[in-house]
């Protein structure tokens, strides 16, 4: 069985070398050598004035939307994994759900306007399968109404945009350094933002609220990020352009058989933006093959392959949120949702993985 993704792992002896250090220090956790190390090294990757580290990319969210101070309403997409939308509502904030852009399924900036109300203090976008939110627009509506942005950035780590990495834009943005992502710690995540006084702020609040002098001026949480984990990601740090290399021609092998599939479609190369290739999404169009992506899944998976229905559903259609609060109407991302599925994609998927799925998607409606 071909699954939609396998973790990526360092040669066993590099991470054991990795973590000799510990053995000799006795530093397991709480803000140690690796986890500092991590972050400078993290950071000019990310391209990030300031970056704190977190137990993973849940929380990373969690303590972005605590370090802004926000309150009220949360103007967010529906079209992402359960996370972002659990994050607002776990902090005592409502989501207020925007349509998306089909050519990009991120936030959709022309129908955020009309969803601002005077409880709106923020908006939270999400940069989905990496593709790289219209940051300059987001930013021009936050100006205008006071509102302050932040990104969800969990499938956009390694990628730039107009030459600048990915944490220069919006107020904060949360990473994801999940074992299933193009670059982890095993678990793990990261908040980047703008100012120093954020990022104290941050740095407190993943650790109980604490400030460096072991005052508690905050009600915080526990987020650290062990010396382990850290130890796993500058392991994987080292082999992340290679890893994103073979992503990409991967990806582009997809992108070649798949073109002028009829009935499937795929989604354009953004400008400007240098690619992790985290993953690789389709779109089924059942008028034109007779079969719907839930037909389309079940036919691959008969054959061997594991492809996911992500995002399927919307996260304003789980029941756990139904008559909690009011739940706008996303006739794109609903669409959407319903046609797309991810295709089995990481570095050392066989040539001939790809082909056999490429032939199976070909032979559809014919
Ligand atoms: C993976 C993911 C998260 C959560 O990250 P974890 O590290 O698994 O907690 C949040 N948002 C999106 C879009 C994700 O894909």
């Not at 990319?57 to 997409?77: R, V, Y």
């Not at 976008?125 to 593709?131: C, F, K, N």
Request: overall charge negative; some cysteine.
């Amino acid at each position: 069985m071909i699954y939609v993704t396998k973790s990526t792992l360092p040669e066993f002896e590099e991470y054991v070398e990795e973590i000799r250090d510990i053995w000799e220090s006795h530093r397991l956790t709480n803000m140690g050598p690796k986890h500092e190390s991590l972050r400078n090294m993290l950071g000019e990757v990310l391209g990030a004035p300031y970056l704190e580290l977190a137990v993973n990319g849940h929380m990373a969210i969690e303590l972005a939307l605590k370090a802004l101070d926000l309150s009220g309403e949360i103007i967010t997409t529906p079209f992402t994994f359960a996370s972002t939308t659990h994050a607002i509502v776990r902090s005592g904030l409502t989501p207020v759900f925007c349509d998306i852009d089909p050519s990009t399924c991120t936030i959709d900036p022309q129908k955020i306007e009309a969803l601002i109300t005077k409880e709106t203090t923020a908006i939270l976008a999400v940069h989905v399968y990496g593709r790289i939110c219209q940051v300059e627009e987001l930013e021009k509506i936050a100006q205008k109404h006071g509102l302050k942005v932040i990104y969800d950035a969990a499938h956009a780590v390694g990628e730039t945009y107009l030459g600048k990495g990915i944490a220069s834009y919006g107020d904060a943005s949360a990473y994801s350094f999940h074992a299933t992502k193009v670059f982890h710690t095993v678990e793990g995540g990261a908040v980047s933002c703008r100012d120093k006084k954020t990022a104290e702020k941050l740095y407190a609040l993943k650790n109980f609220g604490m400030n460096p002098d072991g005052e508690v001026g905050d009600i915080g949480m526990n987020s650290k990020m062990s010396e382990f984990h850290a130890a796993m990601g500058l392991c994987n740090l080292r082999h992340l352009k290679e890893m994103i290399q073979e992503r990409k021609k991967r990806v582009e092998l997809y992108q070649e058989n798949l073109k002028d599939c009829p009935g499937i479609e795929i989604l354009p190369d953004q400008k400007h933006v240098v690619s992790n290739y985290a993953y690789f999404p389709i779109f089924i169009h059942k008028e034109e093959i007779g079969m719907d992506r839930d037909q389309v899944c079940a036919l691959l998976y008969e054959n061997g392959f594991f492809a996911r229905k992500y995002f399927y559903p919307l996260t304003s259609e789980f029941p756990c949120y139904q008559g909690k609060f009011p739940i706008q109407e996303t006739p794109i991302a609903h669409e959407r949702s319903i046609q797309v599925m991810t295709l089995p994609l990481y570095p050392d998927l066989e040539e001939e993985n790809i082909m056999e799925i490429c032939r199976i998607l070909k032979s559809l409606g014919k």
